[in-house]
């Protein structure tokens, strides 16, 4: 086996533990004869997965049963429309935090439903920092505050939650979920794609506080875009591959000794980009340095030719996806939970040769 030191931004690296275990009972599911995959899901196998899947998410994040958890389809995306259609009264207002491409997604459909206040944009400035507490004009009479808590695409992150002007937060944690502990009691809602962060595509978590979930508005809505539709029962069939392996990642999350072991894990390994960027000016980051992220590590060569030749070569060392969004460019080192600090090593390893080479 000769597995690629992989810096994919989503569908990302998984832990070679789960992908191993998921492998050996894939066809046989604990001695039943068929695969989980195959099986219903109101059957007791799924069943015990889907429970077991919710209890961990809330054990993992420190949320008590004053909250729900859904998995859900249509990706991190579809939450951009069922947010606002839930919780945004056409003459209501909530807050949208604009600190990068996901944001703007998420402001153009919650536009679609009510009002819009903007407490800060980081549009002007290239998305290059987040905003301290300070810089935020929050509105008075939010519904809730949204956020991207990690902008996956330039890279940037916010260290701690925003303050709000009152109102609960509802996050969009797609590519930092679960990476380092979160204050719980500020969130109404959480939502995030599982092919960063979390397993692989096909599900999205969202966690939902329930005092939050009855302040929904009301307004006719399609029955699967309607979270109540999703409290305490299946709906419709889940995507089961997706939330089963999901919940192997969960059980090694907790095995690892959960969310305060990878934030320190992920900082140790951020620290060791951020450091090799800084030595010279030959690498350059793309965002200020206290607004960093320890997910997506962004940063320039000297000109697009070079960039170039330092994806080539890094690809020729196993070092692969490195290549920046594509709405970007440069280069960009996701290092999600499961992308191990060897990989990483290895990644500063060859900067610094390419550096002495190129420099
Ligand atoms: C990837 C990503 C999305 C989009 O997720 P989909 O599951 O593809 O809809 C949204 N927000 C953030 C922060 C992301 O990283």
Same mark, same amino acid.
């Given at each position: ?16 533990? $789960?992908?191993?275990k998921?492998?050996?009972?894939? $066809? ?24 077991e ?9 420190g ?6 958890v859904q ?12 947010v606002?259609?839930n919780?945004?009264?056409?003459d ?14 998420a ?15 980081g549009?002007?400035?290239?998305y290059s920092a ?9 509105s ?10 990690n ?12 303050e709000?002007?009152g109102?609960?937060?509802v996050?969009d944690?797609?590519s ?20 960063k ?7 999205t $978590? ?7 979930l009855?302040?929904?508005?009301s307004?006719t ?59 010279d ?13 320890h ?10 030719e070079l960039e ?17 969004h ?21 990644? $500063?390893d ?10």
């Open positions: 086996m000769n597995r690629l030191h992989n810096f994919s931004a989503g569908p990302a690296a998984l832990p070679l533990d $789960v992908l191993k998921v492998e050996k009972e894939l $066809v046989d599911y604990q001695n039943k004869g068929a695969s989980l995959i195959e099986m219903s899901h109101r059957g007791p196998e799924y069943t015990a997965i889907n429970t899947a919710a209890e961990r998410l809330k054990r993992i994040t949320a008590g049963n004053d909250w729900i998995f859900l389809q249509g990706g991190a995306s579809s939450q951009f429309m069922m606002p259609q919780f945004l009264g056409s209501q207002t909530a807050d949208y935090i604009d600190t990068g491409s996901w944001s703007s997604k402001i153009r459909e919650a536009r679609l439903f009510g009002n819009v206040h903007i407490p800060f944009s549009k002007e400035n290239n987040i905003p301290d507490n300070s810089e935020l004009n929050a008075d009479n939010a519904v809730y505050t949204h956020f991207t808590s902008n996956t695409i330039f890279g940037s992150q916010f260290r701690k939650e925003p709000t002007g109102s609960l937060l996050c944690a797609s930092d979920f679960l990476s380092r502990p979160i204050d719980i009691d500020k969130y109404g809602l959480i939502y995030a794609g599982a092919q962060n979390l397993g692989p595509a096909g599900v $978590v969202v966690m939902i506080r329930k005092s939050f009855e302040t929904q508005v307004r809505m399609p029955t699967m875009l309607n979270y109540k539709t999703h409290v305490d029962t299946l709906f419709n069939t889940p995507p089961v591959f997706a939330v089963y392996f999901l919940n192997y990642v969960l059980e090694w999350i907790e095995d690892k000794g959960g969310l305060s072991w990878f934030e320190t894990y992920n900082a140790d390994k951020a620290a060791l980009l951020y450091d090799e960027i800084d030595r000016e030959f690498y350059r980051g793309t965002v200020e340095k206290g607004s960093r992220s997910m997506n590590v962004t940063f320039r060569l000297g000109s697009e170039k030749k330092f994806l080539a070569e890094a690809s020729q060392h196993r070092l692969s996806a490195l290549k920046g594509r709405s970007v460019g440069g280069v960009r080192a996701s290092i999600y939970n499961a992308c191990e600090v060897d990989s990483v090593k290895a990644l $500063v060859f900067m610094k040769q390419f550096r002495s080479d190129n420099g």
